[in-house]
Structures are given as C-alpha cells and as structure tokens.
C-alpha cells in the first residue's frame, strides 16, 4: 500500500487523519515535531487502529534534516501537510515566527516533492482566507480578502506558493483543504483535542470550564447582527475533516482531479452561533455551563460557513456528524484526558 507522509500528525487533525489513513490500509510516516502535540499521541493511534505509524522527531525548519528524510523515504507517494502553528493573536506577537514555521517549511517541502516523479500534496488551509465574506454560504470562489493576522497570511501566502509551484511543475498534484472550525474527537476517547495552556478556541474552552479548569467562559460579544446576537460559525467533526483528506488525497492518487492544484472548503453547510454550541454542549452532558457575555473579540467575523456543493458533488464527500455528535465527543475525550 502507499507510504503517505503525515506531518504534524500527533496533532489535532493530524492524529485522527492517521487513524483514518490507517484503516483505508495506507502506511504511514508521522513527521512532528512535538512542539504543540504530545508522543503520547502515537499510542492512541495504536490502540485505535492496532498499527503504529512510523515517526520521526523532526522540525521541518532544519532543511537538511527534511532532505535526509527524503532520501531515507524516497517511495512516498503523497504527503498530508499539517504541521503549522495556529494560534491567531501569538501570530500579530510573533509574526516571523508564524512565517518561518509554516511558509519556510512548506517551501523546504515543496522542493523535495520537486525531485519525485509523483507527488500528491494535501495542505491544510483555512476559512480564515475569506475573512468576513460578502455573501453566506461561502463558496470556493469568494474573494480572498485581505488577511486579519499573519496566521492567516501565511494561509493565503502558503496556497499561492502551492499553485504557483504546481504551475510548473507537473509532477506535483495538490489539493487545499479550507477548514472552517474543526471540534471534537475520535469516538473512543483515545485521541483528541489537547491544546496547550489557556485554550484559544471555543470548544476545549467550554470542556475544560466545565471540567472545572477554568472558571467561566466568556462569551465574545452579544451584540452582533445574528439571530441570538453571539457570532456564528460551521463547526464540523474532525473526523469528517479527517476522512475529507483520505478522499482528497485518493483523489490525487487515483488521477481523479479536474487540474493540478484544487481547492475545496470543509465545512457543514450549517452555522451555529457560540450560544448554540453552549446549549448543544448542555444537552449533551446535562451539565450546565458557567459563562458570561464580555465584550467582542478584536478581528472575530460575524458570520462564516461554508457552501459545501463543490466537496459534494466534485470531491464525493459530505460531512455526516452533527454539532452533538461532536459535542458528545469532545467531552467525553475531555473527561478521559481528566481521568474523570
Ligand atoms: C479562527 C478562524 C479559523 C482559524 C482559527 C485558528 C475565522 C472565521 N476562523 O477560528 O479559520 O483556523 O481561527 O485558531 O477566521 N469564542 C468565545 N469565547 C472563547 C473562544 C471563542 O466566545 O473563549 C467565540 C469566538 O468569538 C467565535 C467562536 O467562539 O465566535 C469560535 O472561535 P474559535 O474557536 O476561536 O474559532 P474562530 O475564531 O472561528
């Protein structure tokens, strides 16, 4: 079977896009390194899929250390690249830290992919990229606004360094993946979500009060022009991110793609507003929230979910798991990584 690379694959989706690209039978190679993830990691995909992925402990910024890796793997066949940082207000304090860890290693990449006679190139993008669009749902053609934060820059910068390289190169085949937000865990609790320090995003935010590690939450803004006035956004399962990739990177392996360089938005179709998780969380746990509404969050859009037609029809995916699918799911791997 196909030796696929995986980098920052002990990661949120990393992990869970392992496990998938396990069972469709695919061998893996975990590239990571280690510093928003945890070796642990490697034993959940192991006792989940009864196969542990081969790894490597390597920053992707040491480029000799990327081409030693090459050279050791030169049968891979396509390449899942994750590994990046993520983290949206570090970014506007560290922006040549967010360039160099995900624009130059991407570029460290791309150059090795030069010298295979095939390579697929699978790279997480982001919702980010839209910025507020104009019009709801957002498709695929939305303009691309210009970016809030240098996380968000190095999404657009990173994409048209992928087309630009596909352009010329046709031994690379590529699909951008635009994720809009991405919760929950495996359904056996033993992967998940495992932010480091104060969590940045909603979900672990609302596990982790309710787990009795933060106080409260707070709410970003009431006041916003939405049903319930609290911003709204398509939050999909990861594991339906995760088996997006194993269908898109198929799709390249399989020479089913329309061009060389594609782009598809993972998302529900659906939004939900911060409310509406929070109740959906409840229901689901049948504890009750502690939060508070506190004033708007600096750069939040009011209002993004995707237009799913063309990861529909093209791609052949949809989304199957509900907001409480994935709440139920969350919380359960909260308590586990508890010991609850
Ligand atoms: C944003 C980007 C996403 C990017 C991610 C990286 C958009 C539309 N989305 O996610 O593409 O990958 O950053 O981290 O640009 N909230 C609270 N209280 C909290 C935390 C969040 O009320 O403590 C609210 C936010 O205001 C927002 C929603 O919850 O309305 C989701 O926030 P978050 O999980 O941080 O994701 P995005 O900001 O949508």
């Given at each position: 079977?196909?030796?696929?690379?995986?980098?920052?694959?002990?990661?949120?989706?990393?992990?869970?896009?392992?496990?998938?690209?396990?069972?469709?039978?695919?061998?893996?190679?975990?590239?990571?390194?280690l510093?928003?993830?945890?070796?642990?990691?490697?034993?959940?995909?192991?006792?989940i899929?009864g196969?542990?992925?081969?790894?490597?402990?390597?920053?992707?910024?040491?480029?000799?250390?990327?081409?030693?890796?090459?050279?050791?793997?030169?049968?891979?066949?396509?390449?899942?690249?994750?590994?990046?940082?993520?983290?949206?207000?570090?970014?506007?304090?560290?922006?040549?830290?967010?360039?160099?860890?995900?624009?130059?290693?991407?570029?460290y990449?791309?150059?090795?992919?030069?010298?295979?006679?095939?390579?697929?190139?699978?790279?997480?993008?982001?919702?980010?990229?839209y910025?507020?669009?104009?019009?709801?749902?957002?498709?695929?053609?939305a303009?691309?606004?210009?970016?809030?934060?240098?996380?968000?820059?190095?999404?657009?910068?990173?994409?048209?360094?992928?087309?630009?390289?596909?352009?010329?190169?046709?031994?690379?085949?590529?699909?951008?993946?635009?994720?809009?937000?991405?919760?929950?865990?495996?359904?056996?609790?033993?992967?998940?979500?495992l932010?480091?320090?104060?969590?940045?995003?909603?979900?672990?935010?609302?596990?982790?009060?309710?787990?009795?590690?933060r106080?409260?939450?707070?709410?970003?803004?009431?006041?916003?022009?939405?049903?319930?006035?609290?911003?709204?956004?398509?939050?999909?399962?990861?594991?339906?991110?995760?088996?997006?990739?194993?269908?898109?990177?198929?799709?390249l392996?399989?020479?089913?793609?329309?061009?060389?360089?594609?782009?598809?938005?993972?998302?529900?179709?659906?939004?939900?507003s911060?409310?509406?998780?929070?109740?959906?969380?409840?229901?689901?746990?049948?504890?009750?929230?502690?939060?508070?509404?506190?004033?708007r969050?600096?750069?939040?859009?009011?209002?993004?979910?995707?237009?799913?037609?063309?990861?529909?029809?093209?791609?052949?995916?949809?989304?199957?798991?509900?907001?409480?699918?994935?709440?139920?799911?969350?919380?359960?791997?909260?308590q586990?990584?508890?010991?609850?």
């Amino acid at each position: 079977m196909d030796k696929i690379l995986v980098t920052g694959g002990l990661g949120f989706i990393g992990s869970h896009t392992v496990v998938e690209l396990q069972n469709e039978g695919y061998e893996v190679v975990i590239i990571d390194n280690l510093s928003n993830s945890s070796i642990n990691v490697l034993d959940g995909i192991t006792s989940i899929t009864g196969k542990t992925p081969l790894f490597e402990k390597l920053d992707l910024k040491n480029k000799e250390g990327v081409e030693t890796f090459f050279e050791k793997h030169n049968d891979i066949k396509g390449v899942i690249h994750f590994a990046a940082s993520k983290a949206v207000g570090e970014s506007v304090q560290e922006p040549l830290l967010y360039y160099e860890n995900n624009l130059v290693t991407l570029v460290y990449i791309l150059k090795e992919l030069k010298n295979l006679s095939s390579a697929n190139f699978i790279f997480s993008s982001s919702c980010t990229v839209y910025g507020q669009a104009d019009e709801l749902p957002i498709t695929e053609k939305a303009p691309i606004k210009s970016a809030e934060s240098p996380y968000g820059n190095t999404k657009q910068v990173g994409e048209e360094i992928i087309r630009d390289t596909c352009k010329v190169t046709p031994n690379i085949k590529a699909i951008a993946l635009r994720y809009f937000n991405p919760i929950g865990a495996h359904e056996s609790a033993k992967i998940g979500e495992l932010p480091i320090g104060v969590p940045q995003n909603l979900v672990p935010f609302i596990t982790q009060t309710a787990m009795g590690i933060r106080e409260q939450l707070s709410v970003f803004g009431d006041d916003y022009p939405t049903p319930d006035g609290t911003c709204i956004r398509d939050y999909i399962h990861v594991i339906d991110v995760a088996k997006a990739h194993v269908i898109a990177l198929k799709r390249l392996l399989e020479n089913h793609n329309k061009s060389n360089y594609e782009i598809f938005n993972l998302g529900t179709g659906k939004g939900s507003s911060v409310l509406e998780v929070i109740n959906s969380f409840e229901k689901v746990s049948g504890k009750k929230l502690n939060y508070k509404i506190v004033d708007r969050r600096e750069g939040d859009v009011i209002s993004a979910y995707a237009d799913t037609k063309k990861a529909n029809d093209e791609l052949g995916w949809k989304s199957q798991l509900t907001l409480d699918d994935a709440m139920r799911s969350a919380w359960k791997w909260e308590q586990v990584v508890r010991g609850k």
